[in-house]
């Protein structure tokens, strides 16, 4: 099996209200296949982003729809400084965007904070002097 | 923002089993950077995938740790035909994942199945004639 990743498909409550979200708040274009039922932003040469009921997602996975809390990952947006992290932040802050953990120093010698989408998807803005920015 | 996604990271109950899990059916191979506390792989030019403690990745982002069921997302790997999509099956059951859903042919067309992590984390599993599979 090949090291690639074609897809990430967020279970959301609402698909009005997630994609309004994401090209609101994070500015973000959808593809042109996008429809009513599911929403593809291109996210990287190789990677979809994408959103779709909760209900769809689990019936297609045949799985239980159940769930609560933590979703148990987050998704990463990296950029060039710290300045670009602390100036996306004002950005998202004055959109929808809950700021969850404002940015910091990490522990690991980056400078990042998180932002919850309306599902409460966690989303880490992130500088990291040790690994370049690509797209 | 631009639209591009660096990380993708599970929080696993047990960092140990999910990277055998990754390494052995999946067949992946970590950065020379993963530790004993993160697993990361490249699973894209500008991609990181990292395996990292749910509670550690809880207390990163500064939420409350508790949740259960759907993990409410799926990742998706993309290959280039059904032949493809069932000899990948194949190798996955005879290793240590979960099949959620066995591949079929799928209302949009293509032809996909889901398998799942020691988590529960979902996989799909695709054939997409629309997409190119790119890596």
């Known amino acids: ?9 967020l279970g959301v409550a609402d698909i009005a209200v997630s994609r309004r979200f994401y090209q609101d708040a994070f500015g973000w274009q959808e593809t042109a296949d996008s429809n009513d039922n599911i929403a593809f932003f291109q996210a990287g ?6 959103l779709y009921g909760k209900n769809a997602l689990a019936e297609d996975a045949q799985v239980p729809a159940e769930s609560s809390g933590f979703p148990r990952f987050a998704l990463a947006h990296n950029v060039g400084s710290e300045a670009e992290v602390d100036a996306l932040f004002a950005t998202l802050g004055e959109k929808n965007a809950t700021i969850v953990k404002a ?3 990490a522990f690991w ?3 990042s904070g998180y932002i ?3 599902d409460g998807f966690l989303w880490e ?8 920015v690509l797209r």
Request: no cysteine.
């Open 109 to 111: 010698g980056g400078y």
């Open 116 to 118: 919850a989408d309306p």
């Open 1 to 9: 099996m090949q090291q690639h990743i074609n897809f990430i498909t």
């Open 103 to 105: 940015p910091h120093k």
């Open 45 to 50: 040469n190789a990677l979809r982003f994408a």
């Open 125 to 132: 803005i992130a500088y990291n002097p040790f690994l370049p």
